[in-house]
Nanobody
């Protein structure tokens, strides 16, 4: 079983920065995809940043140049560095991984979510 533990959300002013962290705990052989999603009030959950084990990285258009996804494989942790935050970045942010284990195959896992609020 895989469990994701997020941290790093909070309240900041526009223009400031935050770094979200997500540690992947439990049993798995390999993580294929690491990603961050966000869900603003009344809206659907959308992908913000995505990184694959093959090195491909994708960002949602509105965060390009401001957000950076990175991984520390040794710590089984993925980060989302968010710079130049805007009020429209306010949302609950969710960590996501697709992890492979010999007993379960590839499975999707989600973190519990962490709230980011950006004031103007």
């Amino acid at each position: 079983q895989v469990h994701l533990v997020e941290s790093g959300g909070g309240l900041v002013q526009a223009g400031e920065s935050l770094r979200l962290s997500c540690e992947v705990l439990g049993r798995f052989f390999k993580i294929n995809i690491w990603a961050w999603y966000r869900q603003a009030p009344g809206k659907q959950r959308v992908m913000v940043a995505r990184s694959t084990s093959t090195g491909t990285t994708n960002y949602e258009d509105s965060v390009k140049g401001r957000f950076t996804i990175s991984r520390d494989i040794a710590k089984n942790t993925v980060y989302l560095q968010m710079n130049s935050l805007k009020p429209e970045d306010t949302a609950d942010y969710y960590c996501y991984v697709n992890a492979y284990d010999f007993s379960t195959g590839s499975q999707d896992y989600w973190g519990q979510g962490t709230q980011v609020t950006v004031s103007s």
